[in-house]
């Protein structure tokens, strides 16, 4: 195998790991904003949604339910948590 191959070859690998991390933090991304709405499930009208971030919240005003976006922090929970979970990834399966 030439070096060009082998460069090639690696190159796939860590695409590979990079998609596979990343699906893995579309899971987890999708985990943490249930797990943040259950964490507030005790309020029913008033709650948050994201983690660290809150993106979206729901609350009353004059006996009217409304709700808010921000989707800045839903771009922010969403970067860090695949920034993270790619991190992490990489550095499990990286071969010894």
Same mark, same amino acid.
């Given at each position: 195998? /030439?070096?060009n &191959?082998?460069? @090639? ?7 590979? =790991?990079? +998609?596979?991390?990343? &699906? ?5 991304? @999708?985990?943490? *904003? %249930? ?6 499930? $005790?309020?029913? @009208? ?7 971030? /809150?993106?979206?919240?729901?609350f009353? %005003?004059?006996? $009217? %339910?409304?709700? &808010? ?6 771009? =922010?929970?969403?970067? @860090?948590?695949w /920034? +993270?979970? /790619? ?5 499990? *399966?990286?071969k010894?």
């Open positions: 195998m /030439t070096l &191959g082998f460069m @090639v070859l690696k190159n796939r690998m860590l695409i590979k =790991k990079v +998609l596979v991390a990343s &699906g893995i933090s579309i899971i987890l991304f @999708v985990l943490l *904003t %249930v797990l943040s709405y259950f964490l507030n499930l $005790e309020y029913r @009208v008033n709650f948050k949604i994201g983690l660290p971030w /809150t993106f979206y919240y729901q009353i %005003v004059d006996c $009217e %339910v409304q709700h &808010g976006t921000n989707p800045m922090n839903f771009i =922010k929970d969403a970067f @860090v948590t /920034t +993270l979970t /790619t991190i992490l990834w990489l550095i499990l *399966t990286r010894k």
